[in-house]
């Protein structure tokens, strides 16, 4: 990991983080949300580079936030 490599990580979650709180939009600020998370798990956890566990691991725990947000919202629209 580069010291180049921090530093636009850094400026690119600062933007971002502003374009989330300028947008203020629920739809807007999820998929920024999803982009730092990628972005973060790419540099800092190197998933780039890892071999196949890593990567497994990180996609079932996707998939697992997945189905913890997918029931959150069934729950929700199921109530009203």
């Known amino acids: 990991m580069t010291p180049r490599l921090l530093i636009i990580t850094f400026v ?3 933007a971002l983080a502003a374009a989330s709180w300028a947008l203020s939009s629920v739809g807007a600020s999820l998929a ?3 982009a730092k998370a990628l972005w973060i798990a790419l540099v800092f956890m190197e998933l780039r ?12 725990a996707l998939l697992f936030v997945l189905l913890l947000t997918i029931g959150a919202w069934s729950d929700t629209v199921l109530r009203m």
């Open 49 to 60: 580079h890892a071999h196949a566990v890593p990567k497994a691991i990180a996609v079932i």
């Open 32 to 34: 920024i949300a999803a």
């Open 12 to 14: 690119g979650l600062v």
